[in-house]
């Protein structure tokens, strides 16, 4: 929900079940933990007025900051080393709610300022020196019913193959339904691509130009996440419906 987590680490960091092996989509299977890193920065415009008094990660999703339910996915996913990026702002309220990281499975979060809101892809590259070195990038994508939210997002554009041939953010006219999560798993040459980024027209270094970074190699694979997923970032009312959903049925299920 929201603006889940970024990935640094192996591409296998997960076991979803019965996902097959078409082309494009590697074999999920457990190996050894890896680092996880969270990125809970931004300005969280489109949730204003809320967002002009905390970070969009620290509102709350049913009983809980959004934050904890992105946590929750990674431990489960076992991941237990995390670097928390965020601006200086609010990055005490985030050191006073997460504490040692005992309570949410994790070993001693680490955090990481983002001085000035310069887009995903910037303050993904604050994560150099808490790394690993494997290899290849995946990422999660969902399934997402109605164009006017999948045109928030965004969206893989597939071969016939069904590998990713590039990512466009914010189409207006959506190639496929299948939104970037925003949870994804990235190699360690992720830095050097970071580098080359130029700004967008908005003036940030785009995540999405660091996939497409990867799918122009093809070496970009990816999952398709099974239930419940939404931007709970995308307005008030995507927010509160995420909040609703939550509550009546909860989250990261096994």
């Known amino acids: 929900m929201g603006s889940p987590p970024g990935f640094v680490g192996h591409p296998d960091p997960i076991d979803l079940s019965d996902q097959g092996t078409p082309s494009g989509r590697r074999p999920a299977t457990r190996v050894r933990p890896v680092r996880g890193v969270l ?9 204003h007025p809320l967002t002009r008094i905390t ?21 489960k996913a076992g991941i237990r080393d995390l670097l928390l990026v965020s601006g200086g702002d609010h990055m005490g309220d985030f050191m006073r709610l997460l504490g040692d990281g005992h309570e949410f499975g994790l070993r001693n979060p680490s955090y990481a300022v983002q001085e ?3 887009g995903v892809a910037q303050a993904l590259g604050l994560a150099e020196s808490f790394a690993e070195d494997p290899h290849g990038a995946r990422v999660l994508l969902s399934e997402v019913g109605e164009p006017e939210h999948v045109r928030h997002l965004g969206v893989a ?6 590998r990713i041939l590039r990512i466009i953010e914010k189409p207006s006219d959506p190639p496929t339904n299948l939104a970037v999560t925003g949870l994804y798993c990235l ?17 940030e270094l785009e995540i999405a130009d660091v996939n497409n970074h990867y799918a122009s190699s093809r070496s970009l694979t ?7 997923w939404a931007d709970a970032g995308e307005s008030i009312d995507a927010y509160q419906a995420a909040s609703d ?4 049925n909860g989250a990261n299920k096994d």
Do not use: C
């Not at 959903?245 to 009546?248: A, G, S």
């Open 39 to 47: 990125l809970a920065g931004g300005t969280g415009s489109r949730l």
């Open 157 to 162: 554009e597939l071969d016939a193959a069904g």
């Open 187 to 203: 190699d360690f040459s992720v830095f050097s691509a970071i580098a080359g980024l130029a700004p967008s027209a908005r003036g």
């Open 55 to 75: 970070n969009k990660h620290l509102l709350p999703v049913y009983d809980r900051p959004m934050v904890h339910w992105a946590i929750e996915a990674l431990v």
């Open 116 to 118: 000035q809101a310069g």
């Open 245 to 248: 959903f939550v509550r009546d």
């Open 222 to 228: 990816h999952e398709l996440v099974v239930g419940f």
